[in-house]
T-cell receptor
Framework: DAKTTQPPSMDCAEGRAANLPCNHSTISGNEYVYWYRQIHSQGPQYIIHGLKNNETNEMASLIITEDRKSSTLILPHATLRDTAVYYCIVRLGSQGNLIFGKGTKLSVKP | NAGVMQNPRHLVRRRGQEARLRCSPVKGHSHVYWYRQLPEEGLKFMVYLQKENIIDESGMPKERFSAEFPKEGPSILRIQQVVRGDSAAYFC?????????????FGSGTRLTVV
């Protein structure tokens, strides 16, 4: 079973920041938080991952709370092409299977 | 640098036939993972293979399903005597030999329809 909890759906206006929350209250010290997304009918796409520090790359930023029990994925300027299901996954280090939950369906609207 | 290649993209089989799904991992990757996605549901892990070895098949149905990843050639997911409930998208992912923090690279999937 997935070890994360996400809202089933969210809307965001085009050009605004999309903030996607994820709860992982049972995360252990050596487990990473990964984010993937799945655009309709395509294979999942890696976005970003982190352990305890905030991370940023060309796609998104990941903010992890100090107690590591929750995190937020931030898409700074959402576009229509960011409409997708976003999955927050907890994974043991760099090994282990990715266990997908139901994710958050993000709809970016013009 | 080609990504994970899956074929066919779409596969239609009649009930009782066999389905063979192929996955060529990213060049240099020796770990392959298969996932199944039923309509309107999330991805479910099926099996994890390294070259010539099944590492974890905890998500595979006990009957009719098998997977292999030979020394040469693609990984094959085989479904015998397909039933309508096998209709789904099957995704393959790969990762390199050494452990990687970047997770997996996924293919575009094979959509199996059983009629």
């Amino acid at each position: 079973d997935a070890k994360t909890t996400q809202p089933p759906s969210m809307d965001c206006a085009e050009g605004r920041a999309a903030n996607l929350p994820c709860n992982h209250s049972t995360i252990s010290g050596n487990e990473y938080v990964y984010w993937y997304r799945q655009i309709h009918s395509q294979g999942p796409q890696y976005i970003i991952h982190g352990l305890k520090n905030n991370e940023t790359n060309e796609m998104a930023s990941l903010i992890i709370t100090e107690d590591r029990k929750s995190s937020t994925l931030i898409l700074p300027h959402a576009t229509l092409r960011d409409t997708a299901v976003y999955y927050c996954i907890v994974r043991l280090g760099s090994q282990g299977n990715l266990i997908f939950g139901k994710g958050t369906k993000l709809s970016v609207k013009p | 640098n080609a990504g994970v290649m899956q074929n066919p993209r779409h596969l239609v089989r009649r009930r009782g036939q066999e389905a063979r799904l192929r996955c060529s991992p990213v060049k240099g990757h020796s770990h392959v993972y298969w996932y199944r996605q039923l309509p309107e549901e999330g991805l479910k892990f099926m099996v994890y293979l390294q070259k010539e070895n099944i590492i974890d098949e905890s998500g595979m149905p006990k009957e009719r399903f098998s997977a292999e990843f030979p020394k040469e050639g693609p990984s094959i997911l085989r479904i015998q005597q397909v039933v309508r409930g096998d209709s789904a998208a099957y995704f393959c992912a790969s990762s390199p030999l050494s452990s990687t923090p970047y997770g997996y690279t996924f293919g575009s999937g094979t959509r199996l329809t059983v009629v």
